[in-house]
């Protein structure tokens, strides 16, 4: 109790205590979420988009950590082994080194066409009876017996005279039946009637020397001629030069991913940097900067790539693949930079960023706090979409030949030359095709799930 | 809209000769020229050569008489088919290129809008799975593949029925334009039927639709007046851009199938470094796209009045 | 529901019919779309119809050209594919027939002695207008050939007509060629020198005849068209659409009629592709194609009879010997010979028969004085041994004043073949000698520029025969030679050159040859890797087709259509 005047009552310390901080009541409201939080989640829900993301993680995992697991050089030629098919037969026999052959015959004599050796994969040897009338000899080697047709496969060789009797064949042997023929040749070169046929099954073979130094025996071991060997293995086969193809596409995989991912990276931070200098200085500079931007784009693409190839000159020993990302920065930066500039003038007349500037907010917050967030979406996207789009250039510049150079390998460049192999060795381009395509096909989702998980505007109805 | 078209001609010309320069001074940055010739010639005879190109003069020079001779609508003359102009050579093989340029449109085009509409009819049904399954085949697989596939598939074809079925190479009648341009349009037919299913798919769900349902108008009239119309508009609008990309987009196409274009050409005269050719292609195919975007964004005004500009 | 979904259905159904109808609509417009464009492309530019391989019919054969002759100038002509068309339309003094022996062509008879050649021209040879082909044709084309105007890369091999280098360096007037025509039918040469194989080189391309007042008349166009060429050879070009077709013709002029059994030759594709040409054959659409390593297997399958052919022509490793490249020491062009195996790029890498591994600068065809050169004087060759080849590298690098050798550029060519061989080359140097070789693959022009200017350790090159004779091959790395792009320079294998050049006797020729060849192998000038060979097949229903290693090849001349097979 206490009168008017105790309006100046001072409280004793200790009477009253200062309020607590209220205890936060239960909230039921969930946290909430940033942009980037609610645009993952809604990418998580895409089950495609997540997929993509998983290949494009594993493809970044079979380039980087790859070659740590496959430690085989791309490199190296395995000459025994050349555009071998995945799963063949590796099974090969110790031998001497080859010698150039005298003419005798270890074999029993036999009529007719016979072989003076075995038949390695090193070389065939054969001998043969003269052939009546035959002024000289025409060798053959086919893969099937003869045929109705008369055709005799592969013509090998021909002698000089009749008393050449004997051929050593070397060329590209497989461990296979073949089937040979000597045919009589008239003074003119016209085949007679006259010719001798031989069935002949070829056993793979490896000189010691090879052998140790390819790791397949140890010297230790002291190998002899006579023994069994497994030739390396290459899981996914070889290419024309005995390569790893599993090697190589890691390898590919490298260059065509860092073309892929290094040139839309840079001409997309160009394009973002150029139009959103255009869009946010507006007016004149505007004006000058996008017309700069309508030529480049006017320029006749692919014409100029091939252009810009050939003037900066790839040197000795160099890849090719700098010039190649430079010429795809300096040609199509311009969609980006439209692009960007059309959403920075979008975002400049929102009403949040008008409230902000009333509010006294300094161009650099603006920019950082409302441009930037707001069109980093778009970017993402573009982005997204022209790694694809990249890769694709890259595998069409290396099919007409003005791509990386050899021995660099590039998805593309292994495609190029698996496409003349197409009929007789398919795997050498249908594993870089597959590479490609799966590239390809994971970006473009992926990007089709972050432009749905981005903006709700741009949502695609699929 | 006279004076908006005048503009964009006066910008088009603008823009050519900055493709023109850019071409030549591109040109000029390669190392080596045309004139190194496989057996050594005597250094006189040399001079004599670069006399007649005038490659003896400074490049400031030749890039003034080049400008000239291109206002005159003169590309001169290549220096690998001595006798030829480049102005003949693009008369005779563009027009192959363009043949199979506008084919593989139209067939982009209908094939795009006959898909998308039917896998938008059929969504998540069997027609909508395989034609999809095929749409991301035809986006992902690189167009040289297809191209090898498709003759392939040719010989085999021609080979199974005993007699000629289509040519698998070579140019000249209606039979050989078939494939390649089929091959050709065909990423541009994956990409607009993704477009189109897409868009049908929201003109479905429209408000215009639903009310056009509600008044009880024939199914056949909503679906080719309110949905196909509606649903075509945006992809009408990429044609444009496509048209750019499959000209150019010629060249494997020709050099698979053997084919008289200028895009097989242009890719030997880079081969053989043929200056005038390499130029005189790129300024012509800049002139032709220029013209070309020109054309499709005055054409998109008269479609669709919301694009039209003052 | 279900009244819902029927009446979804209804709409789907309906929809569905509505889209078959714009198929179908859509496929009639193509249709007339693509009808009409035929039609517009016939009006500017005669599109052939290609027919069968072969016509039996109207005595036709369609082929393929690998590529379009650049012109038919034939004082300016150069590469292959424009030697292989003149070859079928004109016709030079002597021509080689189809045992690939010289025989008369325009000339009917001739004497050759040391400082003169005299030429009697037969009196029915005609120009595909009728009028007599003379003397006087030989005299303009020989001299359009050296005039310095004409800048033909070919001036050179007028060379053995007197004063033709003196003119073709701009010396003296084009007049001054010792070339006459003394009638219509004489024609007398004056030579520069005695040369031995005159004869040979007078069957060349160069030396065609050109009728002066035609020439005038196409205003700088020679060549360029059908109608701007005028012929003397079995055939005519009736219709040439570039980039697409050449069509060539029976000849009504032309005095052997008989030699020619067809009336159409049809080039009616030009690609280049491997697989196009393979898919054409294939398909029954052309007589004859070549086939890479990669088509063989296909070839077996189909069962075709193949043919192989050497086109005589050497590839090389060519050095690089100007003063301050280290590959002017002996020592490491040796180790680099000990390193490699020919046999094995050959067998194993390039693996198509017909190719030969390289011995020697001179392919096994050439003729010496009574059998082949190289039985004659076979080529010295080494085996290949690592432990030697490393001694001798230790040794280079002891004289260069060298830790490492710095890395070898190797300068190649863009084709399918140079780039297995880099790649294989670049792989067993650093193998066996631990070499840093840089491939440095440039395109046709840049790689001439390069090659020109020095700039290069290596460079993967080759050489075709001009004339039947080695000297072709021989006076290759003579130290004037421009095309001695190595820039090698030894007095004494000059001095065999020279020998060689102005002998006319055989067995001086040969020796010197021989000692050529000696030469080349013991300083390592050059390492030969292998000698070109070609696979080819051809339509059964036609024979008598020539290859040959020097003069227009494949020649289609005397091919007759075999009836019933």
């Known amino acids: 109790m206490s009168d008017s005047r105790s309006m100046s009552y001072q409280p004793k310390p200790g009477v009253f205590q200062p309020l607590m901080t209220e205890q936060r009541a239960q909230m039921l409201t969930r946290s909430s979420l940033s942009y980037w939080e609610d645009a993952w989640r809604r990418l998580k829900s895409n089950r495609r988009a997540l997929i993509s993301l998983y290949i494009v993680i594993g493809l970044l995992a079979f380039t980087v950590l790859g070659p740590l697991v496959w430690t085989i050089d791309p490199a190296a030629q395995d000459l025994d082994q050349i555009s071998t098919p995945p799963g063949a037969d590796r099974s090969a026999t110790l031998v001497e080194p080859y010698r150039p052959w005298d003419g005798s015959s270890a074999l029993p004599m036999a009529p007719g066409l016979r072989l003076a050796e075995p038949a390695t994969t090193q070389a065939v040897r054969l001998l043969w009876d003269p052939l009546e009338g035959a002024s000289a000899y025409r060798v053959y080697r086919n893969i099937f017996p003869m ?94 030069l005995g390569r790893d193809m599993l090697a190589r596409l890691m390898y590919g995989a490298r260059v065509s991913l860092f073309i892929g991912i290094c040139a839309p990276l840079l001409f997309v931070l160009f394009g973002t940097v150029y139009g959103s200098t255009a869009g946010f200085m507006g007016g004149r500079v505007d004006q000058g900067l996008m017309r700069f931007a309508d030529f480049v784009i006017a320029l006749p693409f692919l014409l100029f790539m091939i252009l810009f190839k050939i003037a900066f000159g790839i040197g000795p020993g160099e890849s090719g693949i700098l010039p190649m990302v430079v010429a795809m920065v300096l040609l199509l930066w311009p969609a980006t930079a439209r692009l960007v500039r059309g959403q920075i003038l979008q975002v400049r007349e929102e009403g949040y960023v008008n409230a902000a500037r009333l509010l006294g907010a300094r161009t650099n917050y603006l920019v950082l706090r409302h441009m930037i967030p707001n069109t980093l979406g778009v970017i993402l996207v573009t982005l997204t979409f022209a790694v694809p789009n990249a890769i694709f250039i890259e595998a069409f510049l290396s099919f007409i030949g003005m791509g990386v150079a050899p021995p660099t390998p590039s998805w593309g460049s292994m495609c190029n030359e698996g496409i003349k192999t197409m009929l007789t060795y398919p795997h050498e381009l249908i594993f870089p095709a597959v590479m490609i395509s799966i590239t390809v096909l994971a970006f473009n989702l992926l990007g089709d799930g972050l432009r749905d998980a981005l903006d709700a505007k741009m949502r695609s109805t699929e | 809209m006279w004076r ?26 390669v190392p080596g020229d045309p004139l190194t010739s496989d057996k050594a010639v005597p250094a006189e ?39 030829r102009e480049v102005n003949d050579i693009i008369r005779e093989h563009f027009p192959v290129s363009a043949t199979l340029g506008i084919l593989a449109i139209v067939f982009a085009g209908l094939g795009g809008v006959l898909w998308g509409a039917l896998t938008a009819l059929y969504r998540n049904r069997l027609p909508d799975v395989v034609i999809m399954f095929l749409v991301i085949l035809g986006i992902s697989v690189p167009s040289f593949v297809f191209a090898a ?16 079925v289509l040519p698998v190479a070579g140019w000249g009648t209606v039979w050989h334009m078939l494939v390649p341009s089929l091959v050709l349009g065909l990423s541009t037919m994956a990409y607009l039927t993704r477009l189109m299913r897409s868009s049908m798919l929201e003109v479905v769900s429209s408000d215009f639709v639903r009310t056009a349902r509600a008044k009880g108008l024939p199914p056949t009239r909503i679906f080719s007046k309110h949905q196909l119309r509606n649903a075509i508009l945006p992809v009408i609008t990429v044609l444009g851009p496509s048209i750019a990309a499959i000209t150019t987009g010629g060249f494997v196409v020709e050099l698979v199938f053997a084919i008289p274009g200028l895009g097989r050409y242009f890719v030997q005269a880079v081969q053989q470094l043929d200056y005038t050719v390499i130029m005189g292609t790129t300024v012509f195919y800049g002139a032709f796209l220029v013209l070309m975007v020109i054309i499709v964004d005055l054409l998109y005004g008269l479609i669709d009045p919301r694009m039209r500009l003052e | 529901m279900s009244d819902i979904a029927n009446n979804q259905d209804d709409f789907t159904r309906s929809a569905g019919r509505q889209l078959a109808i714009f198929a179908l609509s859509s496929i009639a417009g193509i249709a007339l779309l693509m009808l009409g464009l035929s039609w517009a492309s016939d009006l500017t530019s005669t599109g052939s119809g290609a027919g069968e391989a072969v016509d039996a019919a109207t005595g036709t054969v369609t082929l393929v050209l690998n590529e379009e002759p650049p012109q038919l100038n034939s004082t300016k002509a150069t590469d292959q594919v424009s030697m292989r068309v003149l070859g079928h339309v004109m016709e030079g003094l002597l021509r080689y027939d189809e045992d690939n022996r010289l025989v008369p062509g325009v000339a009917e008879s001739w004497e050759i002695g040391p400082e003169e050649a005299v030429f009697h021209l037969r009196e029915d040879a005609r120009w595909s207008d009728g009028q007599p082909v003379t003397a006087h044709d030989f005299v303009f084309s020989w001299r359009t050939a050296v005039d310095p105007a ?52 007078v069957a060349f391309v160069t030396y065609y005849p050109v009728r002066e007042a035609f020439f005038e008349e196409t205003g700088g166009r020679y060549g360029a068209d059908a109608d701007t060429l005028l012929y003397n050879g079995p055939f005519e070009i009736t219709s040439w659409v570039h980039g697409a077709s050449l069509r060539m013709e029976k000849n009504p002029h032309y005095w052997d009629q008989d030699r020619v059994h067809i009336q159409v030759l049809d080039h009616a594709y030009i690609t280049q592709d491997p697989n196009a040409q393979l898919n054409l054959f294939k398909d029954g659409k052309i007589a004859y194609t070549t086939l890479t390593e990669e088509n063989l297997n296909e070839a077996l399958v189909q069962g075709w009879h193949l043919h192989r052919f050497m086109d005589g022509s050497v590839f090389f490793i060519e050095f690089n010997h100007r003063e301050g490249r280290v590959t002017r020491n002996w020592h490491l062009r040796k180790a ?82 140079s780039n297995k061989q880099s790649e294989y080359y670049q792989e067993q140097l650093k193998q066996v000698l631990g070499l840093d070789i840089r491939i440095d693959k440039q395109i046709f022009k840049q790689r001439l520029a390069k090659m020109t200017a020095g700039d290069f350790d290596l460079v993967l090159a080759g050489w075709g025969p001009d004339f039947d004779d080695p000297l072709t091959f021989g006076d290759l790395f003579a130290s004037w030679n421009l095309n001695n792009r190595g820039r090698y320079d030894n007095p004494e294998l000059d001095r065999w050159v020279r020998v060689a050049q102005s002998s006319t006797d055989p067995r001086a020729r040969m020796d010197a040859f021989g000692e050529i060849q000696r030469i080349q192998f013991e300083d390592v000038v050059v390492l030969p890797n292998y000698e070109r060979g070609i696979v080819y097949v051809e339509d059964p229903r036609i024979e008598g087709m020539v290859r040959r290693a020097v003069g227009p090849d494949p020649d289609f001349t005397n091919v007759r259509i075999v009836e019933g097979s």
């Open chain 1, 147 to 240: 045929d109705p047709g008369d055709a005799l496969g592969l013509p090998l060789a021909e002698t000089f005279t009749a008393a050449e009797t004997r051929f050593e064949d070397r060329l590209d042997l497989q461990p296979r039946t073949y089937y040979y023929t000597v045919v009589a040749l008239d003074d003119h070169g016209h085949q007679l009637p006259a010719r001798d046929t031989l069935e002949v099954s070829v056993e793979r073979v490896v000189t010691v020397r090879e052998a140790v130094s390819r790791g397949l025996v140890k010297a230790e071991d002291n190998p002899q001629p006579g023994d069994a060997v497994e030739l390396a293995l290459h899981p996914l086969g070889t290419d024309y």
């Open chain 2, 45 to 83: 005879i040399r001079a004599n050569l670069e006399a007649k190109y005038g490659l003896d003069k400074p490049v400031f020079q030749q890039y003034l008489i080049y400008m000239g001779n291109l206002v005159r609508g003169d590309f001169g003359i290549s220096f690998v088919q001595k006798n």
């Open chain 3, 336 to 417: 680099i010979q000990l390193a490699l195996d020919p046999a094995e790029l050959v067998y194993r890498v390039i693996k198509l028969p017909g190719y030969v591994p390289g011995e020697s600068l001179f392919p096994i065809w050439l003729q010496g004085v009574e059998s082949t050169l190289r039985q004659e004087y076979p080529a010295p060759t080494a085996q290949m041994d690592p432990e030697q080849a490393r001694r001798h590298l230790a040794q280079a690098k002891q004289e260069l004043g060298l830790a490492e050798i710095p890395p070898l550029v190797m300068l190649t060519g863009d084709n399918p073949i």
């Open chain 2, 4 to 29: 908006y078209t005048l503009r964009r001609l006066i910008q088009g010309v603008i823009t050519v000769w900055f493709i023109a320069t850019a071409t030549f001074m591109a040109m000029h940055a």
């Open chain 3, 150 to 201: 004409t800048a033909s890369e070919y001036g050179f091999i007028m060379y053995a007509v007197k004063n033709a280098e003196a003119i073709n360096r701009g010396e003296l007037p084009v007049d001054a060629l010792g070339v006459t025509a003394v009638d219509d039918r004489t024609l007398r040469v004056e030579l520069e020198r005695p040369i031995a194989y005159f004869d040979k080189l």
């Open chain 2, 149 to 164: 596939l498709g003759q392939l598939t040719l010989v085999n074809l021609n080979d199974l029925a005993g007699f000629s």
